[in-house]
């Protein structure tokens, strides 16, 4: 089966430095990955996703790297701010299947 | 707004009851999902929905039951057969299967 998990439980930044989430998945028919951000009660938040025909996508201040030969991706916020303090997942989906496997999430703390 | 409303926001069951989460969009989504948090866990998805009077069983779906009677609605119900229901339940719908899923701000599930 997929496995999908996230290097560190909690990213300690300062405001104003670049942030970088790590992800890692176990099945290399994995072709499609979705960065979340999830706040204290509520509900999960698109980010970006990415499919494994690229190698990188950019958003507004984030930037999703895939890297299918080690089987990781990442997840990079620019300029980083205190509202972007949250726990972000990463999921994957393999090539015929209907479902997401979601990691365990990685706080980030950004201080001032 | 659009979105998918959950509802209600908190809710507490009795031992023996069974108890319906509520689950509505107006994204015309044809695939709903849902899924259940445990704290320091990823997602676990429980129930899906890829079309009207059609759902398939996730990873969890022992003691939960769904009907997908309309496209806007997919209720969740949680029976007396399941044994430790406190948890946050989200929904979520998408588009189609690799689009991005889009969630709900979730009920948080409580035992009386």
């Known amino acids: 089966g997929e496995s999908v998990g996230l290097h560190l439980p909690t990213l300690s930044v300062q405001e104003g430095d670049n942030s970088i989430i790590n992800c890692a998945y176990s099945n290399s028919a994995s072709d499609y990955f979705i960065w979340y951000k999830q706040e204290s009660g509520k509900g999960p938040q698109f980010i970006i996703d990415i499919r494994s025909n690229m190698d990188k996508r950019q958003g507004q201040r984030v930037t999703v790297l895939l890297n299918k030969t080690v089987k990781h991706l990442s997840l990079q916020i620019a300029a980083t701010q205190p509202g972007d303090s949250a726990v972000y997942f990463c999921?994957?989906?393999?090539?015929?299947?209907?479902?997401?496997?979601f990691g365990t999430g990685t706080r980030l703390l950004v201080s001032p | 707004d659009g979105g998918i409303t959950q509802s209600p926001k908190y809710l507490f069951r009795k031992e023996g009851q069974n108890v319906t989460l509520s689950c509505e969009q107006n994204?015309?989504?044809?695939?709903m999902y849902w899924y259940r948090q445990d704290p320091g866990q990823g997602l676990r998805l429980i129930y899906y929905?890829?079309?009207?009077?059609?759902?398939q069983k996730g990873d969890i779906a022992e003691g939960y039951s769904v009907s997908r009677e309309k496209k806007e609605s997919f209720p969740l119900t949680v029976t007396s057969a399941q044994k430790n229901p406190t948890a946050f339940y989200l929904c979520a719908g998408a588009g189609g299967i690799r689009q991005p899923q889009h969630f709900g701000d979730g009920t948080r599930l409580s035992i009386l």
């Open positions: 994204l015309n989504h044809d695939a």
């Open positions: 929905s890829q079309i009207v009077n059609d759902f």
């Open positions: 999921a994957g989906m393999n090539t015929g299947f209907q479902k997401l496997v």
